[in-house]
């Protein structure tokens, strides 16, 4: 219990550090796995990412990728270029794809696209919205990251 309480401190006080030199906030919550560990994308068999409908208990039908990662956007972005930045992504990791993405069961294909990023790499949208993952959720269905407020708006399962 201790080794948690030191590790979720230690991890807020970088994620404070971080914030302060970027000028953004970093989000509140549990503690964050290192970002090393988030989760990689669902490739399908053409090579792009792979969007699907899925039920959660509390929240209903939300998106997720074809590994059933819970999948976020935020409320902050206009348009389909991310804001989620240099210090944003190692608590938002973007949904990245290396082919046309892929409409799982219960997606919508007309509303899935792309958008590139800063760095040149090539994120999901749905409806328009980039999507993210959040690096607290360790396992398929976690929503950890749901109504969550920072770098600039709100985060939502899509």
Not at 27 to 52: Q, V
Request: hydrophobic share 40%; aromatic share 6%.
């Amino acid at each position: 219990m201790k080794s948690k309480l030191w590790l979720t401190n230690g991890l807020l006080t970088l994620a404070l550090l971080v914030a302060a030199c970027g000028g953004s906030s970093p989000p509140t919550g549990s503690a964050s796995p290192s970002p090393a560990s988030s989760p990689a994308p669902s490739l399908a068999a053409t090579g792009g990412t792979k969007i699907a409908v899925a039920t959660n208990a509390k929240l209903g039908q939300i998106l997720v990728d074809g590994n059933g990662m819970t999948v976020y956007l935020l409320t902050g972005h206009t348009g389909t270029t991310s804001t989620c930045g240099a210090a944003c992504v190692p608590f938002w990791p973007p949904v990245l794809t290396t082919g046309v993405p892929q409409a799982g069961t219960g997606a919508e294909a007309a509303l899935l696209g792309t958008t590139t990023r800063a760095d040149g790499k090539v994120e999901v949208t749905y409806a328009g919205h980039p999507l993210y993952y959040f690096i607290s959720d360790s396992q398929a269905g976690e929503t950890g990251g749901q109504g969550l407020k920072a770098f600039g708006g709100l985060w939502w399962v899509t």
